[in-house]
């Protein structure tokens, strides 16, 4: 009977696609109860009183409706942004051969990752202009969103999907040559 032995990498990636697999739940979750809350205080204006985990939006709401319809829109958009790339990095996981790792399709799943982080950072400015603006006029401060950690990780798959095209044309080129 022969065992198959994992290496380290193998190990660590492993570990990596549970981990990403409970981050995507869990900002699933979180996205989908602030979705949920949000819709019973549309009906019920005492649950902006506690939206979600102790989240008290209620002068927010009765100072103006659409603003407190923005504030939930752009807290919930991020959260899915950062639910999507952790199903991209799932995907990534499935598709990757230890073997042949670099494929064009993995490539383009970090070219994709790279674009939502990208998006996220665009959304976490505007919420984060939204946010001064309420605290300005409401003197009220309801979440901060460092927009920078957006932008630095976009950047950074973003050079990880350029190197790894690289690695597709190399394989793809010792392939032709074997």
């Known amino acids: 009977m022969k065992f198959k032995t994992k290496t380290r990498t193998e190990g660590v990636l492993t570990i990596m696609h549970i981990l990403a697999w409970l981050a995507f739940i869990g900002f699933s979750i979180k996205a989908g109860a602030m979705l949920i809350s949000y819709g019973v205080s549309c009906f019920n204006s005492d649950g902006t009183k506690n939206l979600y985990m102790g989240l008290n939006l209620y002068n927010l709401s009765q100072l103006s409706f659409w603003h407190y ?11 899915v942004m950062k639910a999507y790339a952790f199903f991209l990095a799932i995907r990534i996981m499935m598709k990757v051969n230890m073997v042949n790792p670099f ?9 994709k990752i790279g674009i939502v982080l990208l ?6 400015i505007a919420a984060n202009a939204h946010t001064d603006w309420l605290l300005k006029t409401t003197g009220e ?6 927009a920078t950690d957006f932008i630095f990780m976009a950047g950074l798959v973003f050079i990880i ?3 790894f095209k690289r690695g597709v044309e190399i394989q793809s080129e010792n392939d032709l040559t074997v």
């Open 69 to 79: 319809t923005l504030f939930v829109f752009l807290r919930v958009s991020i959260l």
């Open 103 to 111: 494929k064009i399709e993995v490539a383009r799943i970090i070219q």
């Open 119 to 124: 998006l996220t950072w665009f959304i976490a």
């Open 141 to 146: 401060l309801h979440g901060d969103w460092v």
């Open 161 to 163: 999907s350029q190197v």
